[in-house]
């Protein structure tokens, strides 16, 4: 493999002294407030560059053989992005404070006396809110990342599946009911528990009842099902009539910041959040889809964890 | 025998004292807080075991509050109760380490058997099941 620049936060100190120098310049002048904003979105530009880069990077990486087995791939590249990723976040969440903070401080001068029955106070202010907006817009993002990257061991207790699933659907069914969505629940009876973590699969089921009202859009149908898979495992199936997936876009489906979403309406984390999830609990989630016809992602777990996940009670 | 310590933060004051109330007819150890910021106070000064927490509260709201209880108290379970399903704040409080998200109106027993899970969560990660 040969040797290429690597991705690191040195790649975002060229940006630092243009940040910086809106941050000095800003006292200076009472038009600065448009430079200040340059500054913030010029950082969450770098963010999003260096990720996307990184990505690509790994796909390479990937092509040319790097990571042969598809599963181990998935999972390594994954593991990979994610730790990358969480340095990244961390790093920047120092600035977007500094930036966040003197932003404030700048609306507090501008109450005092000093610029009273100045004409552009207001206008001031209303960018300075602008950028605190922004910068918390940033924030929200690299909270998602760190949390994507947290490793979050999971704690292992009963979990009655179907009950899980009834609550996310009710949570679900109020907002799809207004779209013509029919949530359809083929819940089998007398599942036994799963020994899983209950709010992360929440979260999964949850994550997969939206994306599938999402992808509808108006008028179809939602279904989850569960079912036992042999002696030692169930499946919990989320379909949706939607479009579904173009078959160029379904392996990428799990990548951290794959959207199809309009930008600044998904961060491109919730499904590989979910995968992160399952993998933990010993599980599988995968995906089928048919353009035209929809989308199916199963999720299989085994019913007791492998040793040696979650710290929780053997079973009960 | 239920011997955890539960607080209940609303802002609604009716529905509070009647969850209270009701709670410690079942010998349940309840403390009420009318306010995020409340919730936050007492938690300081103590540890409780689960939160039972409403979603849309002036001032600091639901989810703000979760972010602060995991910061400050991580072991702290929290249920997060909301009056009209919101699937983006469901998915966010979710994100931020919620045990669970119920609609209201729950029945109480619902509740407490969603409480005693979030507690046997509590002791497995204290390491004590």
Redesign the interface.
């Known amino acids: 493999m040969t040797a290429r620049s690597p991705i690191s936060i040195s790649n975002l100190l060229p940006y630092l002294p243009v940040i910086l120098l809106f941050a000095a310049a800003a006292p200076l002048g009472l038009s600065c407030g448009v430079l200040w904003a340059l500054g913030a979105f010029g950082l969450a530009v770098v963010f999003l560059v260096t990720i996307r880069r990184l990505q690509s990077r790994l796909e390479e990486q990937a092509k040319s053989g790097w990571l042969l087995d598809e599963g181990l791939r998935q999972t390594q590249k994954l593991a990979a992005i994610g730790q990358l990723s969480a340095g990244v976040a961390h790093e920047i969440n120092n600035p977007l404070a500094i930036i966040r903070q003197e932003a404030q401080w700048m609306q507090t001068l501008l109450q005092t006396d000093h610029f009273r029955g100045v004409e552009e106070v207001k206008e001031l202010y209303d960018s300075l809110r602008e950028i605190i907006q922004q910068v918390d817009r940033c924030k929200e993002i690299t909270h998602?990342l760190l949390?994507f990257a947290r490793k979050r061991q999971p704690?292992?207790?009963g979990v009655a599946v179907n009950k899980l699933i009834e609550?996310m659907a009710?949570?679900?069914?109020?907002?799809a009911r207004q779209k013509g969505i029919k949530i359809i629940l083929r819940l089998a009876p007398d599942l036994p528990q799963v020994y899983a973590d209950?709010?992360q699969l929440?979260?999964v089921i949850?994550?997969l009842l939206?994306n599938a009202t999402y992808a509808v859009q108006r008028n179809g149908e939602v279904t989850a099902t569960t079912r036992l898979a042999g002696k030692d495992s169930l499946e919990i199936i989320v379909s949706d009539t939607g479009p579904g997936i173009p078959p160029e876009d379904l392996p990428r489906i799990f990548d951290p910041f794959f959207t199809t979403k309009p930008p600044g309406q998904g961060t491109g984390l919730?499904l590989s959040?979910c995968h992160g999830i399952i993998e933990k609990l010993g599980g599988r989630i995968t995906v089928a889809s048919q353009v035209g016809q929809g989308t199916a992602f199963t999720i299989r777990l085994p019913l007791k964890p492998r040793e040696g996940v979650g710290?929780?009670?053997g079973q009960g | 025998m239920d011997n955890f310590k539960v607080m209940v933060v609303d802002d609604e004051l009716d529905f509070l004292e009647t969850i209270i109330k009701r709670l410690k007819a079942r010998k349940i150890e309840v403390t009420g807080a009318e306010s995020g910021q409340k919730a936050l106070e007492l938690l300081a000064e103590q540890d409780y075991d689960v939160m039972v927490l409403d979603v849309k509260m002036p001032g600091m709201d639901g989810i703000e509050t979760l972010r602060e209880v995991k910061k400050r108290k991580p072991l702290t379970e929290v249920i997060m109760l909301t009056g009209?399903?919101s699937?983006e704040s469901?998915?966010q409080g979710?994100?931020l380490?919620?045990?669970?998200?119920?609609?209201k109106p729950v029945a109480l027993d619902e509740l407490l058997e969603k409480m005693r899970?979030a507690y046997?969560?509590k002791l497995?990660?204290e390491?004590k099941?």
Do not use: T
């Open positions: 998602n949390d704690v292992i207790q609550d009710a949570l679900v069914a109020k907002e209950a709010p929440r979260q949850l994550n939206n919730g959040i710290g929780g009670r | 009209h399903a699937v469901g998915i979710m994100q380490g919620a045990f669970d998200y119920v609609m899970q046997e969560r497995i990660q390491g099941v």
